[in-house]
């Protein structure tokens, strides 16, 4: 598998917020196994809703051998978004899906390409920073919808309704609880621009346990509705508990894709692909 990416930054962690501990590689296969077994849980942490269809259907798994799991998007048939800090270098990555006969896929992941602007420790304290990559699949992966890539509507306002999806738990710190596609309905707040969006849930305003990102929904997409129908707009960075405290059901931190389309349009010709 080959990396195309800036500067590695070594010894930097993936947000432990989001993703689990590293485990040994010995038990990826372990890890493959339950996500592939795993029945439908309840959602997304908090809440949400459990889907095989609609928007749903352009969500896979990404699993890597240091033990790690989190979600992508597919935008084209051998073509996987997700953020740059689930795919790492120094592991392998392969993508985890079923098809639409309900049979588990995986395929192997050619190469990654990691935004080079991406900055690992600006990500781990929750600011701005590119934090995007592409997989490129080594065959495309069949009986999945693929999902346009666009930007939000500008300006963002305060209330602004956005749809998340991932395979992550619904318990923090139960594996066993994710590996089944979720969806979720979250609003703006804060400050939302180009750089990062913040979401909560409308309910609880991200001031007590409310629907939320969480372990394994990193690179998870975010979907905005336009006259033609939904389009990625985002990808899932970070979260954290009520009133910011560590976990999830509070905020939950989006890269909006306003400064990143091109750099994947382009990315994606360069490997043979037009979206």
Request: hydrophobic residues 40%; proline residues 8%.
């Amino acid at each position: 598998m080959r990396y195309r990416q800036g500067p590695v930054r070594r010894n930097l962690q993936p947000s432990p917020m989001l993703m689990p501990k590293r485990v040994p590689m010995k038990k990826l296969a372990t890890l493959i196994a339950m996500l592939l077994l795993a029945a439908p849980a309840r959602a997304i942490v908090g809440g949400g809703t459990p889907q095989a269809d609609g928007v749903a259907r352009v969500v896979v798994t990404i699993v890597g051998s240091r033990g790690n799991f989190c979600t992508g998007s597919l935008i084209a048939p051998k073509l996987v978004l997700t953020v740059a800090h689930c795919v790492q270098p120094g592991a392998e990555y392969k993508i985890v899906d079923r098809g639409a006969d309900g049979a588990p896929q995986l395929l192997n992941v050619r190469t990654v390409a990691i935004h080079p602007n991406f900055n690992m420790q600006a990500m781990q304290a929750h600011r701005a920073t590119a934090d995007v990559a592409l997989l490129q699949l080594e065959i495309p992966l069949k009986g999945k919808s693929t999902v346009p890539v666009g930007a939000p509507n500008i300006p963002i306002q305060v209330g602004s309704r956005f749809v998340i999806a991932g395979i992550g738990v619904t318990v923090r710190g139960d594996g066993k609880s994710g590996g089944a596609t979720r969806v979720a309905g979250l609003v703006a707040t804060g400050q939302p621009g180009t750089l990062q969006i913040r979401l909560v849930d409308p309910v609880t305003n991200g001031v007590r346990d409310g629907i939320g990102a969480c372990t394994g929904d990193s690179g998870g997409p975010v979907f905005e509705d336009k006259p033609n129908g939904a389009v990625l707009v985002g990808v899932i960075s970070w979260s954290t508990g009520p009133n910011g405290a560590a976990g999830c059901g509070g905020l939950t931190g989006v890269t909006p894709l306003t400064l990143y389309r091109d750099w994947i349009l382009q990315t994606a010709r360069s490997w043979g692909a037009a979206l």
